[in-house]
């Protein structure tokens, strides 16, 4: 069975998203569809395939590496986030 990435939640890639993707981007830097409230997406059961880690590898990532290895690359991704975040950069 294949590993799913596993994400807690935090709301922060949807923070950077709209740097990435700026058609993601309300206005104010944040995600278009990041509630404030509840910090969780609105659409995330239909997201952008650029928001979600598995689909996007299937799409692009699987014949350059393993998935165990794109996870790994996008855990780093967000404890690097985290890890901004909570020291302020």
């Known amino acids: 069975m294949?590993?799913?990435f596993n994400c807690d939640g935090c709301g922060l890639?949807?923070?950077r998203a709209p740097k990435i993707l700026t058609s993601l981007d309300?206005?104010?830097g944040l995600c278009k569809y990041f509630d404030t409230?509840?910090?969780e997406c609105t659409i995330y059961?239909?997201?952008p395939?650029?928001?979600n880690v598995d689909k996007f590898y299937d799409k692009w990532m699987k014949?350059?590496?393993t998935r165990e290895q794109w996870h790994k690359l996008n855990y780093c991704a967000c404890n690097k986030m985290k890890e901004e975040?909570?020291?302020g950069k």
């Open 49 to 51: 395939l650029i928001c």
């Open 37 to 39: 409230n509840t910090h």
């Open 26 to 28: 309300r206005g104010d």
């Open 45 to 47: 059961e239909s997201r």
């Open 2 to 4: 294949e590993s799913k």
């Open 13 to 15: 890639c949807c923070l």
């Open 63 to 65: 014949d350059r590496m």
């Open 85 to 87: 975040a909570y020291n």
